[in-house]
């Protein structure tokens, strides 16, 4: 079955950077365009960059972030400069857009980010 492993969040100071991974497996990775998006309890989840045919990022993203993708490691990675306090939540990547539902069909469970002022 298809699992999107998460990792490298963790505690940073503001304007620190961090690194994250999604190690993909279960399917042939390097078909499906891939995402991430971020969670605050009680609020709705959040996209924040993806790489597919084209690359997005959120306007809180861009400028700060870069997600770019290693098919021969199956992982997809963002990477986090200039980190901000609102920046903490949870992370979690998402896998191959599926046009019939409007959404991802894969998700990870997500790694948390802190940022403290």
């Known amino acids: 079955q298809v699992q999107l492993v998460e990792s490298g969040g963790g505690s940073v100071q503001a304007g620190g950077s961090l690194k994250l991974s999604c190690v993909a497996s279960?399917?042939?990775?390097?078909?499906?365009?891939m995402a991430w998006y971020r969670q605050i309890p009680g609020k709705q989840r959040e996209f924040v960059a993806s790489?597919?045919?084209?690359?997005r990022y959120s306007n809180s993203a861009k400028g700060r972030f870069t997600i770019s993708r290693d098919n021969d490691k199956n992982t997809l990675y963002l990477n986090m400069t200039s980190l901000r306090t609102e920046d903490t939540a949870g992370y979690l990547c998402?896998?191959?857009?599926?046009?019939?539902?409007?959404?991802?069909?894969?998700w990870g469970q997500g790694t948390q980010v802190t940022v403290s002022s």
């Open positions: 998402a896998a191959c857009w599926s046009m019939k539902k409007a959404r991802y069909d894969y």
């Open positions: 279960g399917y042939v990775f390097s078909d499906c365009g």
């Open positions: 790489l597919g045919d084209s690359t």
